[in-house]
Structure formats: C-alpha cells, structure tokens
C-alpha cells in the first residue's frame, strides 16, 4: 500500500522556522512529482510547492516564495518542505502527496496523500 507520512508541524511563533517531512513506501518514489499542499481554518486546500522527479523542476506559491523550499531525498524516500519567516497566515494542515504524471507543477491534483500534519503560527 502507498502510504505518506508528515512529520514536524508544531506550534511556533512568527519568524520562527520549521522543517516538514514527508516519508514515502509503496512506491517507486522517483517516479513521483511530489507536492505540500496546505488548508487553512475555512479555506480551500491549496498548493504550496511541489517538486520534479529528480528535484527538478520546483514550483512555489507566491505568497511562500523566498521563505518556503521544496527538497526531496530519493534514496530516503523523503520530501522536506523547509519553512523560514513564517507568518500567522501560514497557519494550516500541511499535506504531503504524490503523483505519477507530472503535468503542471502548480496543478493540486495528486493520486496519492498524507494524513497532515498541523502548523500554527501565533502572533
């Protein structure tokens, strides 16, 4: 069975940092263009960054382009989303998830997901 699994959400203040893991199994992860998706309280979930097969190339929303960066580790079978100067806005469940077929990068269509992990950014 394909499953993600997020990791390092947590409770943080504004400006802090925060680093959010995604482990893969089930399948063949470098076959996969990889995505963070997040949903904040009363919104649409939306992307956030998604990433190449080989980790090229990126696309980030513009409202997280020069804080936020996709990485992925295709020999851990990992996606990372390194989160700098967070803000309130920020705050949302973080989704990992997984696609066979490229498309476009910015598209928040995806085969396969995590259960989410929960980032919140006081004030």
């Known amino acids: 069975q394909v499953q993600l699994v997020e990791s390092g959400g947590g409770l943080v203040q504004t400006g802090d940092s925060l680093r959010l893991s995604c482990a893969a199994s089930?399948?063949?992860?470098?076959?996969?263009?990889l995505g963070w998706l997040r949903q904040g309280p009363g919104k649409a979930r939306d992307v956030v960054a998604a990433?190449?097969?080989?980790?090229?190339?990126?696309f980030y929303a513009d409202s997280v382009k020069g804080r936020f960066t996709i990485s992925r580790d295709n020999a851990k079978n990992t996606v990372y989303l390194q989160m700098n100067s967070l803000k309130p806005e920020d705050t949302a469940v973080y989704y990992c998830a997984a696609r066979r077929v490229a498309g476009a990068l910015s598209s928040g269509k995806y085969d396969y997901w995590g259960q989410g992990t929960q980032v919140t950014v006081s004030s």
């Open positions: 990433i190449g097969y080989s980790g090229v190339p990126t």
């Open positions: 089930g399948l063949t992860f470098s076959s996969y263009v």
